[in-house]
């Protein structure tokens, strides 16, 4: 679906708005939450009122915009309607991070029109950056252009990756992997933030990113990104479904390849993902 450029730029400055608004909410309690704020959703998974302020904020910003458009987001997780036009929101993107109070967590906003990736934004409230990309016209960290690293190899490459916690049941087959890659990269970092993952690989800071079982809403706007930076972005199977399986890889076309191969040699079972 072809969307006029202006439009697609009224779309990221209503995105970029939500998500600074939102963030100072966040900087606001960052290390001042305490245990009546906090609620476990599941094992290992928890919210906290802060999550539920900031998605509140950013919804308002599009409801207030684009009353007609669908919002799937985190904390409420299901789909407002059928529009073509889906905003795909993660209010705070490393919640563990937040609650911990260590300074590495996101706001992610994606639009996607008729199944398409069009705009994507990830801020860091902490450091202030805003990473945006629009389909088509590049992506960029506060105004400037980012490209994705070139290394020649993984012997060059910083990866960063994101434990499966919630996927006890694949954890050996991560750790097989986790372990071929420390004998190839560089070195391996993991953030505990797939948005910031996937916006610091779209800079050029990790050489390339992967990780098993996420949300929509933790990957839609990093994987644009990256893609517009340059790079590529597939699920296990190299193909184009990351946002259904919740599989994904990203890179420059030789490290997001030489990942593709050791996560399929490693893991029996990566079609089927």
Partial sequence: MKVHPNTLAAYL???????????NVLKKYFRKLDASMI???????????????????IKNHIITHFSDHAILAEESETQTN???????????DGTANY????????????????????????????????????KG??????????????PKNLNDSLIATGFPFRKKNIVDTYVKIFRELLNHASDMRRCGSASLDLAYTA????????????SPWDIAAG????????????????????????????????????LLKIIQSNDPNYFEK
């Fill in 137 to 150: 016209q590049g992506a960029s960290k506060n105004g400037k252009p980012i490209h994705v690293s070139l």
């Fill in 203 to 214: 800079d050029g800071i990790f050489s390339g990113f992967f990780e098993y079982a996420l």
């Fill in 99 to 134: 609650i911990h109070g260590v300074p590495a967590f996101a706001i992610s906003i994606a639009l996607e029109i008729k199944g398409e990736l069009c705009m994507g934004i990830v801020y860091d409230p902490i450091k202030a950056d805003i990473f945006s990309a629009v």
């Fill in 82 to 92: 059928t529009s073509p036009f889906l905003w795909i929101i993660d209010p705070l």
């Fill in 223 to 258: 994987a644009l990104l990256v893609q517009e930076a340059g790079g590529i972005t597939t699920d296990f199977n190299g193909k184009n479904n990351y946002l259904k399986t919740g599989n994904i890889i990203a890179g420059s076309k030789i490290i997001h390849n030489e």
């Fill in 39 to 57: 609620e476990e959703k599941a094992a290992n998974d928890f919210v906290t009122d802060v999550d539920r302020r900031s998605e509140q904020i």
């Fill in 13 to 23: 400055e209503v995105a970029k708005q939500a998500a600074m608004e939102a963030g």
